[in-house]
């Protein structure tokens, strides 16, 4: 019995693999550049030639079937091993300045932890790191690539999305010690507060905290009072530190809540709009070196969101 795979059925793989790490036809499709529609008939191409399904289809959503699962976990491993051939032996090739500017608390958070997987794989790109916030306004010729906080609307740049952020409250658990508990919103009259007064580019500096008790219903309490500080890092070690309760964001507060320095004391977490991008001018990703980086840091995003590590 002959079972060698026929050329079509490793691209249809490939398909399959996009489609099971992110739960979504729609989404697989966006990372392939090919429409929902194609990426659901190769699905179907690929279950009718190994005879069985590998997704069940929910109302607005997909999820993997036992077969899916084993076929996924037999097959992920192997493709990346020949990504990883690949980048490697296309990296080496690489070489040279690729310079990058980055959000600081990104950069020290979220960016910095993941760069000797970077570093790793392009032995010979060299990063020249800029850490700036987002009030300096982003000028064309500065940078190759921008890791910028905003809303999409970055005229005369390109951008590709990395995370979508989400914003709720924090504080050190020794804080509500001897308070009111801090079960509603409008207990935090009897706290202090800390912000983040460069949120985003434009801001106000009580911005993070009305936008979130706005989107929670919760727009009558006065949070123009309290600590402020320029950057998101600080403003969360003052929080661990105890002074206060501050705005956390879900991309760079992973650890902290999970070590227990902080906890969140109301379970609503808020969409701010605004999303980490990599922003670019056009044509700036012809340089493969350029490319690489941009690639391999939108790969780290996806992992991470496909890990649940955000």
């Not at 989400?166 to 504080?171: H, L, M, N, S, W």
């Not at 123009?224 to 003052?238: E, K, L």
Request: one cysteine or more; glycine letters at 6%; a neutral charge.
């Amino acid at each position: 019995m002959n079972v060698t795979a026929p050329s079509q059925v490793h691209s249809r793989l490939k398909v399959f693999l996009a489609a099971a790490r992110h739960q979504s036809f729609t989404e697989a499709g966006a990372e392939l550049h090919i429409t929902t529609g194609a990426v659901s008939q190769q699905i179907k191409a690929l279950e009718a030639w190994l005879g069985f399904r590998l997704f069940r289809r929910l109302t607005r959503r997909i999820e993997l079937t036992d077969e899916g699962r084993r076929l996924q976990a037999a097959v992920d491993p192997a493709y990346a091993a020949v990504d990883l051939a690949i980048a490697r032996l296309r990296g080496g090739a690489l070489s040279g300045v690729v310079r990058l500017r980055s959000l600081p608390s990104f950069l020290a958070i979220w960016l910095l932890p993941r760069m000797p997987r970077l570093m790793q794989r392009y032995p010979g790109i060299e990063l020249q790191v800029e850490a700036e916030d987002s009030t300096r306004s982003l000028r064309e010729g500065e940078f190759d690539l921008a890791i910028d906080l905003n809303d999409g609307a970055l005229p005369g740049f390109q951008s590709t999305v990395l995370i979508e952020e989400e914003i709720f409250p924090v504080c050190a658990p020794a804080l509500m010690r001897g308070r009111p508990p801090l079960e509603a919103p409008d207990r935090l009259d009897h706290y202090p507060l800390l912000h983040d007064m460069t949120a985003w580019r434009g801001s106000a500096p009580y911005a993070e905290w009305e936008r979130y008790l706005r989107a929670i219903g919760a727009p009558q309490v006065d949070v123009r009072r309290g600590y402020m500080f320029n950057r998101n890092q600080i403003t969360i070690q003052a929080a661990i530190a105890g002074m206060g309760v501050a705005i956390a964001r879900r991309t760079l507060t992973t650890d902290e809540l999970a070590s227990g320095q902080l906890v969140a004391p109301f379970a609503q977490s808020v969409r701010t709009g605004k999303r980490y991008c990599l922003v670019y001018v056009a044509g700036a990703l012809d340089d493969r070196r350029v490319s690489a980086v941009h690639d391999w840091i939108v790969e780290e995003a996806c992992e991470a969101q496909r890990l649940k590590t955000l």
